[in-house]
C-alpha cells in the first residue's frame, strides 16, 4: 500500500529513535517511504533499531554537541541529504517541586529538552536545509500548557521548546517549516509509573476511553514532516486523546483524566529515565 505521506527519496533524523515514542516515528517514517537514521545513547538499541529500520544509527549524548555535529555529519555521509529533522528530547528529571530542585539538574533538563533541539537544528539548517529546504518537528508535551505537581522542570523546559519551535519557524521559513506534536499520556517506558497501575482510571476520565500508544504520536508526526502539511508552520499539535477537553459524562467512580494523572504525579516517582 502506497504512503499518502509520500516520502520516498527523504531522509529523516530522529533523536531518541530506539525506542519509545522515537522508535515508534522511525518506523511511521521508514514505512512512508524515508530512509532513517536514529541516534540514543545505548549503542546497542541504536543498532538494533537501525537494522530492523533498514536505516543508520548513531549512539551518542544530545547533550553533547558534538555528538550532534557528527550526528548530521553521518547522515550526510550515509545519504546524502536530511528532508526531515524529528526532535525528540528524552528526560523528565529532576522530578519533584522546583523549589527543590538542584541547579545542575535544572540545567540538565534544559540541556537535553531545549538547546540539545536547537543546536541540531543548527547543524541541520547549515549542513543541508538552509539550501535545500525541510521539515522539522519537536515533541513537546500536552503538559507544556498546565501546572502539574512534581514536573515543573519536565512542563517549564517543553513549555520552552514550544516558544522555540515557533520562534524557529519564524526565523527559517519559507526554506524549512517548524512544528511541534505534544502528546498526552502514553504507554512508554518513561511514563510507566504515570499509567501502569492506574490506567484504568485515567482512560475511564478520556473522552476516547484510553492512554495514547506510541503509534498514535508515530502518525501524528508524519502529516507535518511530509508535504501534506505544506502551508502548516509554528503549530503545535495536540495528541492527548482529549486529556485537556474532557468527557461530558464521566462514569461517578471515575474522575477525570487530567485529575487522575494529576493524582499518579502526586503519588509516584520514575524509577528510570
Known amino acids: 500500500m502506497t504512503s499518502p505521506y509520500a516520502l520516498q527519496g527523504w531522509v529523516a533524523v530522529v533523536t531518541g529513535g530506539s525506542r519509545g515514542i522515537g522508535r515508534a516515528v522511525a518506523g511511521a517514517l521508514a514505512a512512508a517511504g524515508a530512509q532513517v537514521c536514529v541516534t540514543a545513547r545505548d549503542l546497542r538499541a541504536v543498532r538494533q533499531a537501525a537494522d530492523e529500520l533498514g536505516g543508520a544509527g548513531l549512539a551518542g549524548d544530545v547533550a553533547d554537541p558534538a555528538h550532534l555535529q557528527e550526528l548530521t555529519a553521518f547522515a550526510l555521509r550515509t545519504f546524502g541529504r536530511i528532508d526531515v529533522l524529528v526532535n525528540n528530547p528524552a528526560t523528565n528529571q529532576p522530578y519533584g517541586p522546583l523549589v527543590e530542585a538542584e541547579p545542575g539538574r535544572w540545567r540538565e533538563a534544559f540541556t537535553v529538552n531545549v538547546e540539545a533541539p536547537l543546536r541540531l537544528v543548527q547543524c541541520v539548517w547549515r549542513a543541508w536545509m538552509g539550501e535545500h529546504g525541510g521539515t522539522v518537528v519537536n515533541i513537546c508535551t500536552e503538559g507544556a500548557g498546565h501546572v502539574g505537581p512534581n514536573v515543573g522542570a519536565y512542563g517549564t523546559s517543553r513549555a520552552a521548546l514550544l516558544h522555540l519551535t515557533r520562534q524557529l519557524a519564524g ?89 487522575a494523572i494529576q493524582h499518579r504525579l502526586r503519588s509516584c516517582a520514575p524509577h528510570q529515565i
Open 171 to 259: 526565523e527559517l521559513a519559507p526554506k524549512v517549516r517548524v512544528n511541534s506534536v505534544s502528546p498526552g499520556l502514553v504507554r512508554t517506558e518513561t511514563a510507566r509509573f504515570v499509567w501502569e497501575s492506574g490506567e484504568d482510571a485515567v482512560a475511564a476520565g478520556l473522552p476516547l476511553g484510553r492512554i495514547g500508544e506510541a503509534e498514535d504520536i508515530a502518525r501524528a508526526v508524519l502529516w507535518p514532516a511530509s508535504d501534506a502539511a505544506g502551508w502548516i508552520t509554528g503549530a503545535d499539535l495536540l495528541v492527548d486523546g482529549g486529556t485537556r477537553v474532557g468527557p461530558a459524562y464521566v462514569p461517578e467512580s471515575s474522575a477525570s483524566g487530567t485529575y
